[in-house]
C-alpha cells in the first residue's frame, strides 16, 4: 500500500469529496471508481493505488473524515450552544 504521507493533500480532498457527494446525490448505485475519479479530476488509477479495495474505501474514508470533523459553534459560545452544534452535525452526517 502506498505511503499515506506522500499523497497530495488537494487530491486526497477531492477525491474524499467526490465520494462524500456522489452517495450524498445518489445513493450506493452512483458510486463507482470512474465516478469518483472524474469527479475528483484524477485518474483512475490514483483511486485504485490509494484505496486497492475500491470504491467502499473511498466511501467509508470520506464518511470517516466528515464524523472526525468537528462542529463549528459561534466563538464565545456556552455548553449549550456547543452541545447543539454537535447535534447538528450528527444530523447531518447521517441524514
Known sequence: MPDPARRNPDVHR????????LTAEGGW???SVDAIAARAGVGKRTV????PAGKAAVVL??????ARARPAPAAGAGLTELLRAHARHFVDLYS
Open 61 to 66: 474514508e470520506a464518511f470517516l473524515d466528515r
Open 14 to 21: 477531492a477525491v474524499l469529496d467526490a465520494a462524500w457527494s
Open 48 to 51: 485504485y493505488r490509494w484505496w
Open 29 to 31: 448505485q452512483a458510486v
